[in-house]
């Protein structure tokens, strides 16, 4: 390990923590969920208000920050993501469940803003580029270690949620006991609609019904599986292989954008994920395997959309500008996020749990068609003038904040733009 990545191991720790209670609860909810009875829009909703909340704690959580602390803020944070996640363990209620849901996205997002804002303020120009990469990685980590979690333990008891509320104590550990100084102050998070879609209107249509599609399928895919006869082993294992295709696939498929028109890799994943969609809409597969494979497919291909079309945006924007468009490109497939789960959860009671994939598929096929129109109406870069593509897995992407573009090395160095 380079000597100079030694004092944010501790942050890196405390992150995988934080990712592992992330992970875990979110599978663990829709799967109790379901065995609770629970309607599929109510289970719909618990994605929604985790979304909303999320998306709102981006806005707010910076304000509390300022006016209390780092330390002080993520331990109140954190304590109150462990109580929520333990009475959502003892109290059995969907309507409770929605608003604790709620303050846990909300607190999510403090605790994430935090940690990022820490670790940028810890690195140097020379370690940024490797601690982003092991922030990527430690979080993908994470989550997948997390919704492992729900396949070896019964969800009718609640040691999971005992289990989440542990990791979530574990994860403020790292942060309260460090003798680090704290950092500046959180950004102002803004997000600025009409100048997002000036700049490239196919990265703006794009991440939004990436957002739609990829909340609708991280919230419900569990609820499908679970209808369609999947045991609790199984849900686990199809949710992190699809987590982990995507990461895979990242690599060849930037590479391929940075070679080409980006529109075109994005029009071509998004179709194969649309295919992938339908063919679980027509065909209704009950074989495991079956199920297993189209959803790889499909998980594959629309991970790998979100981190295309943001490149594809900062080709076009000013260096100076990487983190207000990637910023608010993250908030607007935030947006997409709160839209797709509350879309999910009637098409599923009305047509079926494979009409999950219809949902989706609409979504795809949108970009798909739009991505194809405007490579008629705007001329494609040279590979010269291309932005330099980074992996971000579009199911981390769900978990990261505008803080941690900060860490990422396109952003301007020693904190300018901040």
């Known amino acids: 390990m380079p000597r100079n990545l030694l004092p944010v191991l501790s942050l890196l720790l405390g992150t995988l923590f934080l990712f592992l209670g992330n992970g875990l609860q979110g599978l663990l909810l829709p799967v109790r969920g379901t065995l609770e009875g629970y309607s599929n829009e109510v289970l719909g909703l618990l994605g929604t208000s985790w979304a909303g909340g999320f998306v709102a704690g981006c806005f707010v959580a910076p ?46 997002a403090g605790t994430s803003m935090i940690i990022e804002s820490w670790l940028n303020e810890r690195a140097t120009n020379e370690s940024r580029g490797a601690i982003f990469s092991l922030y990527i990685a430690i979080t993908l980590l994470g989550v997948v270690g997390g919704q492992l ?32 100084a704290s950092p500046q102050p959180l950004k102002r998070v803004s997000l600025d609609l009409p100048s997002l879609f000036r700049n490239s209107p196919v990265s703006f249509v794009g991440i939004l019904m990436i957002g739609i599609a990829n909340g609708a399928y991280g919230t419900l895919v569990a609820v499908f599986a679970a209808q369609a006869g999947l045991n609790q082993a199984a849900i686990a294992v199809m949710v992190s292989i699809t987590i982990f295709a995507g990461a895979i696939i990242q690599f060849p498929a ?165």
């Open 63 to 108: 304000l509390l920050v300022r006016r209390i602390g780092h330390v002080r803020a993520f331990s109140g944070f954190g304590a109150i993501i462990c109580l929520n996640v333990l009475v959502t363990g003892i109290v059995v209620d969907d309507v409770a469940w929605l608003t604790l849901r709620a303050v846990t996205g909300f607190c999510t």
């Open 149 to 180: 979690l729900v396949g070896v333990v019964d969800v009718s008891t609640p040691i999971l949620f005992m289990v989440c509320g542990i990791l979530y104590c574990v994860a403020i550990l790292p942060t309260t006991l460090s003798t680090a």
């Open 254 to 418: 930037g590479r391929l954008s940075d070679r080409m028109d980006r529109r075109y890799v994005l029009a071509a994943l998004s179709g194969i994920a649309a295919v992938a969609g339908i063919l679980l809409v027509l065909l209704q597969p009950m074989n495991v395997y079956v199920i297993m494979v189209l959803v790889a497919i499909y998980g594959s291909t629309a991970n790998a959309l979100y981190p295309i079309a943001v490149a594809h945006a900062n080709d076009f924007a000013a260096s100076e500008d990487f983190v207000k468009v990637s910023g608010g490109l993250l908030l607007l497939f935030g947006i997409g996020t709160i839209i797709g789960p509350t879309l999910g959860g009637p098409v599923m009671t009305h047509f079926g749990p494979h009409a999950l994939f219809a949902v989706t598929a609409v979504a795809h096929v949108a970009v798909v068609v739009y991505a194809i129109l405007r490579s008629r109406m705007r001329a494609a870069l040279s590979t010269a003038e291309k932005d330099n593509y980074t992996a971000a897995p579009a199911a981390i992407a769900s978990l990261a904040t505008p803080e941690s573009l900060t860490l990422d090395p396109r952003a301007p160095a020693d904190g300018e733009g901040r």
